[in-house]
Structures are given as structure tokens and as C-alpha cells.
């Protein structure tokens, strides 16, 4: 029998969506399944529906087109999550009626490539006897099960293409200069693009910093003729005792949005050092363009999995990589926690033998 199945997205977008989708529609079409893009996130699958079938001449150029020709949706009736890596659980009445918005469109299995907000929505449509498998997308990396998520690599290409520009004009001003990263409440943006990007000091979530030991990096380095520095602060950054720094929470039962951290910062450390500083917020542009090569591989190989894990009929499962190869793990244990960046691990005790300021 011949296999509809649909691909959706939720949350954020990121790039490698595309890449993404070209890989589940061309490794379907190959077992000659139908694709259907669900345009809009997942409501798209309730009434009034809004789909698009994936014909195969319509996937050139996908692997490197960045956003995403479904689009997506991180509000609405499927928003489940609320905070730090938790999530609500959605009302059964929604799974019944994807169900029949499933039955409706011919639909055999779910494609739910999304962050752990909308695979925690997977999940709960697994539980609901939904058949569906999902794909890791964040530029965050904070999905658990996984090595990486696709998207991430990206988002630390752009960052350190910022530092690198950041660092020319900082020396050439003797300036402190801060670049304020996203990645919610994992630190891997920061800390990978902060080593990439060569930075003094790198503020991550999982380290909460101390103007003290900020400063005396910056001194130090002064000491040594070093009349600049390079800041990167993760969004989720938070000073000792104190609290994340957010720039809205427009929503009840909806998720603060981090953010602005880095003005803070910037300014005590000139008030404390008596340095010219300056910080640049780095925003959606992580998040724009053309996927990495490391995305666009990761992006094929999850597709791949998720067809492969379909044929199998292994659902509530994820697509996972892990270092030298792509298997999967259950939706369960991808959303049980945050990926966050480990204080034992080889990041941190690299960037310290190098005398990077980690703020602690
Ligand atoms: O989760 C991806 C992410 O880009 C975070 O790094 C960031 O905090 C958030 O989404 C921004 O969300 P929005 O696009 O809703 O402003």
C-alpha cells in the first residue's frame, strides 16, 4: 500500500529546515511514499487545513535554501511549552481532532521536526496512539539524546563570523567589545563560537559570572599590553545570585524570552575598568541563511532516519546523532531534560587551561 506522510514543524525556525524536508520527501518518494507538507505548524493539520504536497521536481535547491517553505508556528493551540525545559500537557480533544485531520488527508505517519517544545507535542501525540517520529531542530543544541541538533552548527558560524569582525575593531579601539549570543538556556552558542571565535571571556548560563573575575581577565590582559577584549555572553547568562534577564513575556503560560543581558554587562564593566565597551546583540541572524555543510550532512542523515524509522514502524522515537553515527532514542528521553553544556566536560576544561575567563 502506497504511504502518505506528512512533515511538520514547530517552534523556531532555524536553518537546514528545508534540507530537512528535501531528505524525508526524496528518501519517501524512493520507497515511492507520497509527501505533504503541513504549511504553518502543526494547526495546520486541524480545519480549516493547510497543506502542500512535496512533488519531487519541487525539492531542487531545498539542501541550501535557509527558513522554511512550510513555515512554522511557535504559538496557537499546540504551544506547549512554559519554561526552563518544561512543558504543558495539551488538552485530548486536540489529538482527536489531528487525528481525524490526519485520517481526512490520507495521512499514515507524522514527520515533527521541532526544539523540545514541539517534540514534547510528538510525544503527546504518540501517547495519544498518533503514529510519529521526530527530528531535532534548534540552533540551541539543548535537545537531550542527541550530540547535536541541526541548525546549531550555523548559528555558531554566524556568531564567530561576528567575532571575528569584532575583534579587528576592537583592537583597533582598545575596546572592550560584547557579543550577546542566543541558545536559551544552554550555553553551547556561546561556548562553541566564543573558542571558534578566539574570546577572553565567555559567559554561559551553566556558570553564573561575577563582575570581579570579569574584570580582572580584563586586567590582566592590560597588564600584558592587551588593550581589548572579547566578550561573549549567552543570553541565558545570569550573574551570581541573580536572575535571567528577559526582554518580554507577552503570553501567559508562554515562555520568557531571553534577552538584553549583554547592555547590563557592558555597562558595569565600564563603570568598574573605566573602558570604551560596546556590545552588539546578534539576534535572528543566527537563525537566517544557508545551512552549514555539517548542517546540510546532518539534515540529510536525520531525514533519512525519520523515513527509515517510519518504515519500521519505530514511532515516539527521534533521529539522534551521536558523534559516528545517526541512530534514534524514544521522544520520551529527548525531552526528559536540557542539553546543557557539561561543567566536567572538554569545553570547560579546555577554555580554562587556555585562560579563558568563564566568569566564575
Ligand atoms: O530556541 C531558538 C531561539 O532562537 C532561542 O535561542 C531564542 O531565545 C528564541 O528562539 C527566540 O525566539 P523568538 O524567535 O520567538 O524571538
Known sequence: ?????????????????????????KAAAKRGWESLGIVG????????????????????????????ILGTANR???????????????????????????????????VAIGGDGSLSIAQQMFEAGIPVVGVPKTIDNDVAG?????????????????????????????????????????????MSAGMAGGADVILIPEIPFTYESICAQIAEREARGRHFTII??????????????????????REARLGGVSAYVADEVARRTGKETRYVVLGHLQRGGTPTNIDRVLCT???????????????????????????????AEAIRELSTVPLDGSYVSSARELGICLGD
Not at 2 to 25: E, F, M, S
Not at 305 to 329: C, N, P, W, Y
Open 232 to 253: 561573549v555572553v549567552a543570553e541565558g547568562a545570569r550573574p551570581l545570585g541573580g536572575s535571567f534577564t528577559t526582554c518580554a513575556s507577552d503570553e501567559m503560560q
Open 41 to 68: 505548524g502543526y494547526e495546520g493539520l486541524l480545519e480549516p487545513q493547510h497543506t502542500r504536497v512535496l512533488h519531487y521536481h519541487e525539492l531542487d535547491g531545498l539542501l541550501t535554501r535557509g527558513g522554511t
Open 1 to 25: 500500500m502506497t504511504k502518505r506522510i506528512g512533515i511538520v514543524i514547530g517552534g523556531g525556525d532555524c536553518p537546514g529546515l528545508n534540507a530537512v524536508i528535501r531528505a524525508v520527501a
Open 301 to 331: 542523515m536525520f531525514g533519512a532516519k525519520a523515513v527509515d524509522l517510519i518504515a519500521t514502524e519505530q514511532f515516539g522515537r527521534m533521529a539522534a546523532f551521536f558523534g559516528d553515527h545517526v541512530g534514534s532514542v524514544t521522544l
Open 146 to 190: 542527541t550530540m547535536l541538533t541541526f541548525g546549531y552548527d550555523s548559528a555558531v558560524a554566524c556568531a564567530t563570523d561576528a567575532l571575528d569582525r569584532l575583534h579587528t575593531t576592537a583592537e583597533s579601539h582598545q575596546r572592550v567589545m560584547l557579543l550577546e549570543v542566543m541558545g536559551r538556556y544552554a550555553g553551547w552558542i556561546a
Open 76 to 110: 496557537g493551540r499546540f504551544s506547549a511549552k512554559t519554561g526552563h525545559g518544561e512543558h504543558r500537557a495539551l488538552p485530548p480533544e486536540l489529538f482527536e481532532e489531528t487525528r481525524r485531520g490526519m485520517e481526512k488527508l490520507g495521512l499514515t505517519a507524522l
